[in-house]
């Protein structure tokens, strides 16, 4: 039987298309191979920008005995977490139930009907350090389900129960102080973030305190704020040379980064920066802005419009290798200025075999020969291998992308931010969104297999009411409305948000993590969305929808906040009011002090008389209008009085 991964959208199955491994999709065929043979299935579970998944690819998918093996004694497959969500969150929370802990390369042994036995993540060619072998794990698995059958059958039965018995805590109130105060105690005062290493960057949580801050003028969210933006911006998780964000720091002071650089952090990171340039005009904020955006543009935009996920951590088997600079290799690309950018940049070894990530950790004294240098070292950089490049483009991670780019856009007053989320937004339109079913990648302009879950709806609703204030195109109103809709009839029961909607493929267990992660919980997108499409619609429903949907995330921010940094947010925004702001005619101006001055979350409708936009009923006269539930101030034609309105002098 051939390898079937070649026929994939996914970039990452694809690059198992060569293995020996006869690996197949996701599936009914694939368990329905299993029934027949009687044999477990092994689900191996990675990302393309994954470094052990690789390792383990290289160790043991590659190895031909070992891929005879599985083929005489399993039924393999492989899957993308990044475009299946939902399979990896079910055998992703049965892997931690069983082991106490998680991770990718996600390995998990299952009955024909799905439901998981053994799990692991990583396991090395040869023993080690107390580790099994891939090869003793697989001997063992064979010889169990050979002679235990009955009881591996069992223990597959009782994990999906208890999954299923594993009912999400919802209800409670949000309070927004007491997480400011939780928040301050987790606080590293030296290096901003919170907790100890490794150190990811605290996007979602960085929002919620700026959004308190401007409500409240609390000076210890703002100094959270502040303290861990410059720390990373400074250090080595940011590209000193070409911006944007790495995944994480594998260190507490953000020096050494895990090398992978994804879609999401950076989209979410625009955005806070953006939104800090807003609140204190840090001249820091708007140069990571303007550079994260510019990566964002140059490195991940695909020739179709989109955003590609992600750049690899390795080059040529090595992690880090296309960043990291020796003081020879400097000597070598810069011979005048290598020793002022050594001293500059840290350039002391912080990395593996005396060579290190480049920090900024103060501005340099010559921005004119810096910003010379940076270009010259950019050049000798690019004459390296290139990391590899994820190229599938997600929905939900767009809507993140897209969102960001426009606020920016505006802001900043960048155009072409502007212009580059509505080709992307166009994109995910056109090729993702049929009827009202949206598909959750696509590549190369194909769509792919796998449906949309709630995070793919609702980010990308919420990233077209954005563009409907910058652009005044109705159509985006519209494509939200179709998407929250289905996201009601499809993903809500009773009140309760689920992951997956009622119509998709029905797994061994449903979904629901309210948990804001590495990306904002599909719940809590949602909560986000929804506010905006009351605000500009009036709607009890939309509202209510925003409530319940807020409720899955009450207990956690109670608990622990920095797992409810989006939720919170949210919160802010409706505690604040929420604004609303219509403009109507043609008033750039107007528009981008609304998108500056009005508090983070605010709905902003901007266009033509007319509009078929409920906020705009009725509203001829061309002024903005700033209301809160439908009831609006005076009309206001001059940008002072606009920006007065939105920032009061106390």
């Not at 960001?404 to 072409?416: C, D, F, H, M, Y």
């Not at 209008?625 to 009309?635: A, G, I, N, S």
Request: charged share 25%.
């Amino acid at each position: 039987m051939p390898n079937e991964l070649g026929r994939s959208t996914s970039p990452y199955l694809r690059q198992h298309a060569g293995n020996p491994v006869e690996w197949r999709e996701w599936g009914d065929g694939a368990f329905e191979e299993a029934r027949e043979r009687q044999v477990p299935v092994f689900l191996s579970v990675g990302y393309s920008a994954c470094h052990w998944c690789h390792v383990m690819a290289h160790e043991s998918f590659e190895d031909r005995e070992t891929a005879a093996y599985l083929s005489e004694h399993f039924v393999s497959v492989k899957v993308d977490r990044e475009e299946r969500p939902d399979v990896d969150a079910i055998y992703m929370a049965a892997t931690v139930a069983m082991t106490g802990h998680g991770g990718w390369p996600m390995s998990v042994f299952l009955t024909p009907a799905g439901e998981p036995f053994f799990c692991g993540t990583y396991f090395p060619k040869d023993a080690r350090g107390g580790m099994a072998s891939f090869r003793q794990v697989l001997e063992a698995i064979t010889d169990a389900w050979e002679t235990r059958r009955e009881q591996l059958d069992g223990i597959g039965k009782r994990v999906v129960e208890q999954l299923g018995a594993t009912q999400p805590a919802v209800g409670g109130s949000f309070d927004l102080d007491r997480a400011v105060q939780l928040l301050t105690a987790e606080f590293d005062l030296r290096a901003g973030g919170f907790g100890g290493a490794p150190k990811f960057p605290p996007s979602m949580v960085l929002d919620f305190l700026l959004r308190h801050h401007r409500r409240t003028g609390s000076a210890d969210a703002l100094r959270m704020v502040a303290v861990t933006c410059e720390r990373m911006a400074r250090g080595g998780m940011y590209d000193q040379l070409a911006g944007g964000f790495a995944r994480y720091s594998v260190d507490a002071e953000w020096i050494v980064p895990h090398f992978e650089k994804m879609l999401y952090d950076n989209a979410l990171l625009l955005d806070v920066y953006t939104q800090w340039w807003t609140v204190d005009e840090n001249p820091l904020a708007r140069r990571i802005a303007l550079e994260t955006a510019d990566f964002l543009l140059a490195e991940l935009r695909t020739p179709e419009g989109g955003f590609a996920s992600a750049l690899d951590a390795d080059t040529e088997g090595e992690e880090g290798k296309y960043y990291v600079w020796t003081p020879d290799q400097l000597r070598e690309a810069i011979p005048d200025d290598a020793d002022w950018v050594i001293d500059l940049c840290d350039v002391t070894g912080t990395f593996e075999h005396g060579s290190s990530v480049l920090q900024l950790r103060t501005d340099p004294d010559d921005e004119v020969r810096w910003s010379r240098v940076r270009a010259e070292l950019l050049q000798a950089r690019s004459l390296r291998t290139y990391p590899g490049r994820d190229d599938k483009v997600v929905a939900a991670w767009n809507g993140l992308a897209i969102t960001a780019l426009t606020r920016a856009g505006i802001v900043l007053e960048r155009p072409q931010y502007v212009e580059a989320a509505v080709q992307a937004a166009r994109l995910v339109r056109d090729v993702h969104l049929d009827g009202d079913r949206l598909y959750r990648t696509s590549r190369d302009g194909v769509r792919g297999s796998a449906h949309g879950v709630l995070e793919d709806y609702a980010a990308f609703a919420q990233a077209c009411l954005t563009l409907l204030g910058a652009t005044g195109d109705v159509e985006w109103f519209t494509t939200a409305e179709r998407l929250l809709g289905r996201v009601l009839e499809q993903f809500v029961a009773e009140g309760s948000y689920f992951d997956t909607a009622a119509d998709g493929e029905q797994l061994v267990w449903r979904p629901q993590d309210a948990t804001d992660n590495a990306t904002p919980a599909g719940v809590s997108l949602a909560a986000e969305a929804f506010t905006t499409l009351a605000s500009l619609t009036g709607s009890d429903r939309y509202e209510v929808a925003a409530q319940e949907a807020l409720q899955a995330s009450a207990q956690i921010a109670d608990r622990a906040p920095r797992f409810a940094g989006r939720a919170l947010a949210v919160a802010e925004t409706i505690a604040t009011g929420p604004l609303e702001i219509a403009i109507v005619g043609d008033q750039p101006e107007l528009r981008q002090i609304a998108f500056t001055d009005a508090p983070w979350g605010t709905a902003i409708v901007a266009g033509a008389p007319g509009l078929a936009v409920p906020l705009m009923d009725g509203r001829e006269q061309p002024a903005a209008y700033v209301c809160q539930k439908f009831t609006c101030k005076l009309p206001i034609t001059l940008p002072e009085h606009l920006r007065r309105e939105l920032r009061p002098v106390d």
